[in-house]
């Protein structure tokens, strides 16, 4: 009984986080990026990681457990990129402003399979029924940039304005880049441009 015990223990690794799991996760990511989700078959990504089926429906119980939990995690990273150490009190709003723009640009040039399958299931509707809200992501991130310009507000930098407004636009100039990036193939200096964002939205057009 006890051989019995140890030899199942050996042919089942931890289903948490293992080399194989990492695997078949990186390799669906690149595939499901590149050619969506209805175009990639399981054994196209066990191909690619290295592994076996059996060890996909271990893992993720189905192709969609699988797509649904790299968009969780994809999406959750995108969302902590706008919101680096926000909590340092040290930051003046403009601060936190280019600091959280620099970040999510630079993470979505160094991340750009997870970005693209983002958006990809965002406007392709390939969003599977326990995958993220992307409009509760998105909800999120203008939440994160409307308390940033409320503090500015607070703290006598930013005139009173109406901050749900703006902060969605500064999303939409935010997601312009996104677009530059995966489309036009674009490389940008993220700190630079986000000081180049956050000018344009302190200053407006206005030659003063």
């Not at 089942?12 to 990511?29: F, G, H, T, Y």
């Not at 399958?117 to 326990?130: H, K, N, R, V």
């Not at 901050?163 to 993220?190: C, D, H, K």
């Amino acid at each position: 009984m006890c051989n019995g015990e140890e030899n199942s223990s050996e042919r089942l690794p931890d289903r948490q986080e293992s080399p194989v799991k990492e695997a078949i996760s990186s390799a669906a990511l690149e595939l499901f990026a590149q050619n969506g989700f209805g175009q990639t078959s399981v054994r196209d990504i066990v191909n690619k990681a290295g592994t076996t089926l059996p060890m996909v429906y271990y893992y993720f119980d189905s192709k969609q457990g699988l797509y649904s939990y790299i968009l969780r995690q994809a999406a959750a990273r995108l969302l902590d990129s706008t919101d680096p150490d926000q909590t340092r009190k040290s930051l003046t709003a403009i601060e936190r402003l280019e600091t959280g723009i620099a970040s999510f640009i630079h993470f979505c040039q160094a991340n750009e399979a997870e970005v693209q399958l983002i958006f990809q299931a965002w406007f392709a509707g390939d969003l599977p029924p326990d995958g993220p809200s992307i409009i509760g992501i998105y909800e999120k991130m203008v939440r994160q940039i409307a308390a940033i310009l409320q503090s500015g507000i607070e703290s006598g930098e930013f005139r009173e304005l109406d901050i749900w407004e703006a902060s969605q636009a500064l999303i939409g100039i935010m997601t312009n880049y996104v677009a530059r990036i995966l489309v036009g193939n674009e490389a940008f200096r993220p700190v630079e441009q986000s000081q180049r964002i956050v000018e344009l939205l302190a200053k407006g057009l206005e030659n003063t």
